[in-house]
């Protein structure tokens, strides 16, 4: 079940995780090709994060798995059902608007050719009912994205779940998200086509271009409905908690929301698609078959959350506290789990010349070695998502006054994309990219007595950790030498 929207592997906004990404490697040499991307997965972000159908679907899709009187087929067919009414107006829509900032850059017409040339066939009819859009004035081109994207989203369905026990009856909430009044895909085509009839609607309040559409109105959900929403999903979890309208946090909108949801947004590689290519070894000797080839190797802890880990160890008989993720430079990616002390063994031994890389939750400036894994080495390089994440990890070291080196990089003058790498005392490297230089440059100002700029001639004897986690993390080409190739001006350095 397709439970998240990509754009051509181009970028990436899932519902269930709010997870939002563009994709480095697809993007580093198109500046305005990933403003696009940026715009059309911050649409799918906004649409989910500000409106109520949008609202509903994320604390549906994490309640869900505790809700035991339900079953897994019928658990399945509830998300197929959430995501696939709503599929048509979630991509339409966010088409649309990375069209609009097209065309603020190149033109009415130029956007219209080149989403004929460009776009699929399946994205391209998601768009042309409301290409018409394009072309109308500043005016009634904010009234359409505004009203008419949150008309769409706007169906009363947190608060028909309780009044109408949807949950009690898989089939009868199937076809109440299918119906007419309230499928997403089904309002916006019926907004969509009495617009395009009479645009002038666009100038009416909300109330009355529903009347005209032959679309329901539903008013805003209050906080004492969101509160009885809630609470109905924690019977149904058999969670012991209440929500009253006092814990019910207001909705951002506006430049505000637009604001929180591209907080979280990771640039990096959007297509490691593990479930899809990635190759699961089950003994130790399969690992060390391919020992050779590997470049990277990317550790991660096992939850006990996790469904599929008491299975695994029983079939294996150890333990599986870590897993491996271990990369070839021809992108091949195999899978180990064991135990925290086999893992370590294979890091300092069989695996000790790979480059080690962990997410920033495992490792942090001023640790001996990984947690839980006593006498390991510390990794090669720490990979943020956010630059949040990054001042978190840093804020203890920060305290003690330890001193850090840094360079921060874009991909070229004009492009949105910026790197940031710190370099402690150890020779570890941490990595962060982000959108924009404005809050790196805030962090880096104020912190500007613990991190230290340096020149990329001094930063970096051996590159080796450096282009594999740029290879890897970036979607990058591995035979290129990137450190190298940031010191030259017109040509490329390969490895």
């Known amino acids: 079940m397709e439970n998240s929207w990509n754009r051509l592997t181009l970028g990436l906004y899932n519902p269930e995780s709010r997870l939002m990404g563009v994709d480095y490697g697809k993007l580093y040499l198109d500046p305005l090709r990933a403003k696009q991307t940026l715009f059309h997965e911050v649409t799918h972000s ?7 159908y949008g609202l509903a679907i994320l604390p549906i899709l994490n309640l869900l798995p505790k809700i035991t009187s339900i079953s897994r087929e019928d658990k399945d067919k509830i998300k197929q059902s959430l995501m696939r009414n709503q599929t048509n107006a979630q991509e339409g829509l966010a088409t649309l608007m990375e069209l609009l900032m097209l065309r603020g850059e190149i033109g009415k017409r ?8 460009n776009l699929t066939q399946e994205y391209y009819d998601w768009f042309s009912p409301m290409s018409f859009v394009i072309s109308m004035s500043n005016r009634y081109r904010e009234n359409f994205t505004t009203k008419i994207s949150r008309i769409t989203f706007q169906n009363g369905f947190r608060k028909a779940c309780y009044e109408r026990d949807l949950f009690g009856n898989i089939k009868g909430l199937q076809h109440f998200l299918a119906s007419p009044s309230v499928s997403p895909d089904i309002r916006l ?21 529903c009347a005209a559409a032959d679309v329901e109105y539903f008013p805003d959900a209050t906080k004492v409905e969101v509160a009885e929403f809630i609470n109905y ?36 590689n959007m297509n490691i698609r593990l ?10 000797n399969d690992l060390l078959h391919y020992c050779s ?7 991660t802890f096992l939850s006990d959350e996790l469904e599929f880990k008491q299975t695994l160890e029983h079939i294996s008989g150890r333990k599986h506290d870590v897993g491996i993720l271990a990369i070839t430079k021809n992108g091949e990616k195999y899978i180990y789990a064991d135990s925290f002390d086999a893992i ?4 300092d031994k069989e695996l000790k010349e790979k480059t080690l890389l962990v997410k920033w939750g495992l490792y942090q400036p001023g640790l001996t070695c990984i947690p839980n894994m006593d006498g390991c080495r510390k990794p090669d390089v720490v990979i943020f998502n956010s630059l949040n994440d990054l001042i978190g990890a840093f804020s203890e070291a920060a305290s003690r006054g330890d001193k850090f080196q840094y360079l921060y990089l874009s991909s070229s003058e004009d492009h949105p994309f910026r790197t940031l790498v710190i370099k402690d005392i150890e020779g570890v490297l941490y990595m962060l990219n982000a959108w924009g230089n404005v809050a790196i440059d805030n962090f880096l100002q104020k912190s500007n007595q613990n991190f230290i700029r340096s020149s990329v001639d001094k930063f970096l004897q051996e590159h080796r950790h450096y282009n594999n986690a740029f290879a890897f993390w970036m979607n990058l080409p591995w035979d290129i030498d ?13 490895r």
């Open 46 to 52: 906004l649409l989910t994060s500000t409106t109520d």
């Open 110 to 117: 130029a956007s219209l050719i080149w989403a004929r040339a």
């Open 189 to 209: 085509l019926k907004l969509v086509q009495t617009v395009a009839k009479s645009p002038s609607l666009l100038k009416k309040s909300e109330i009355d271009i």
């Open 233 to 268: 999903l924690y019977d149904l979890a058999g969670i012991d908690q209440k929500m009253t309208e006092i814990d019910v946090k207001q909705v951002p909108e506006g430049a505000a929301a637009v604001l929180e949801n591209t907080q979280s947004l990771i640039v990096a």
């Open 275 to 284: 479930s899809e290519s990635g190759i699961t070894l089950p003994e130790k």
């Open 293 to 299: 080839e590997f470049e990277v190797v990317v550790v």
């Open 344 to 347: 370590s063994s294979l890091l």
């Open 482 to 494: 990137w450190y190298k190739t940031m010191m030259s001006t017109d040509h490329v350095i390969y």
